[in-house]
């Protein structure tokens, strides 16, 4: 392997050229730059990173940790963050804890050993105390949480608001007549989970419609779970007329669910789900979804990211980016209208046949 002494030597200048045209910190004579990039190539040079990164004390690698690869939502998020660490020149390292608590521990112990310049972190559901996230956030690595923000921690996040997204979503069922309004959560120790349900509460308190025990379930933003969940709901004798789910992978199940069970949607039960789906437009019928901009929180994050390691957000306050969604209104809420009846009931008024998109 050529080292840097035989690229001085062979270009005719000084090693400490050669290291400047390598590292690109300090201006170097476009003759002598052409000298020493022809010099590498012909000694197919590869710089020893692992040395210049002891002597820099930086790595240009940065750490991502994410809850569930199998998630749709989420390698959107990686690529955003990837995007932007390509083009600052650094290199992006995903982990994937299946929402394990000890696997996120392990997680963000390789990444602190392998000394990586700052962390973007989609926290596990943990019902103890995130002690190793606290952990993380006191040492002198920068971190940022995405879509999933710690409960009691002042940390640099990038999320939607779920309260006002979720409301939206209730809002619009409430708006086509429903009332019996059930929803499926994620794992309530999540604050994301948590301002979901805020929003459904909100929506169904602003609308004066009760709001049941029996409607709330909890899943864990897991197919499975939207699966038993929707079971629990639908197979009953006195089912919701239509549905909030708070994910899309719960909405997988509840398909599933539905199918089984003989409902069709929307004639049976109206639908809607918190976060789109990227094959959501072979559905039939097509999900009304409260979408995400997943890319921008990873591309958000990963820049806020950057700043705190190049120190070019000198400021050291908390940085809160709370980005808007979107309700996108197709048919799988688009079903039946109701109608009030003399003895306080509601009854079908009549079927929308064509999709709001």
């Known amino acids: 392997m050529a080292t840097m002494k035989e690229i001085a030597k062979r270009a005719g200048v000084s090693i400490g050229t050669v ?77 994937n804890t299946d929402d394990h608590v000890e696997r996120e521990k392990e997680a963000l112990s390789v990444l602190q050993e392998r000394r990586v310049d700052g962390v973007l972190l989609v926290v596990a559901p943990n019902p103890s105390k995130d002690t190793h996230i606290q952990a993380i956030v006191g040492s002198d690595i920068p971190i940022v949480c995405l879509d999933r923000i710690p409960e009691g921690m002042n940390v640099d996040s990038v999320a939607v608001d779920n309260v006002e997204g979720s409301r939206a979503a209730v809002q619009h069922l409430i708006s086509l007549g429903h009332r019996r309004i059930a929803i499926i959560t994620g794992p309530r120790g999540l604050r994301t989970a948590a301002e979901r349900l805020q929003g459904y509460r909100q929506a169904m308190h602003e609308a004066g419609i009760p709001i049941y025990s029996e409607m709330i379930v909890e899943g864990n933003f897991r197919a499975e779970s939207g699966y038993q969940r929707g079971r629990e709901l639908l197979a009953g004798g006195s089912r919701p007329t239509s549905l909030f789910v708070c994910n899309s992978m719960m909405t997988l199940g509840l398909i599933k669910a539905l199918a089984e069970l003989g409902l069709e949607c929307p004639r049976d039960i109206a639908v809607v789900t918190f976060d789109d789906l990227p094959m959501g437009e072979y559905f039939r019928p097509r999900l009304t979804v409260v979408a995400q901009p997943a890319y921008s929180i990873g591309y958000r994050g990963a820049e806020l990211l950057i700043q705190r390691i190049e120190k070019k957000r000198l400021d050291p306050s908390v940085v809160k980016i709370r980005l808007s969604t979107d309700l996108i209104i197709r048919e799988s809420s688009a079903g039946f209208l109701f109608t009030q009846i003399p003895d306080g009931q509601k009854q079908p008024a009549r079927r929308r046949r064509k999709a709001l998109d």
């Not at 010099?39 to 020893?48: G, S, T």
């Not at 750490?63 to 083009?87: C, H, W, Y």
């Open 19 to 95: 290291s400047n045209v390598i590292a690109g910190r300090i201006a170097v004579s476009s003759r002598r730059r052409g000298r020493v990039l022809a010099a590498i190539e012909a000694l197919k040079y590869q710089p020893n990173h692992v040395a210049r990164s002891l002597k820099l004390r930086t790595t240009r690698m940065l750490g991502m940790v994410i809850s569930d690869i199998t998630n749709p939502f989420f390698p959107q998020l990686v690529r955003g963050a990837e995007d932007v660490a390509l083009k600052h020149g650094y290199l992006l390292i995903t982990l």
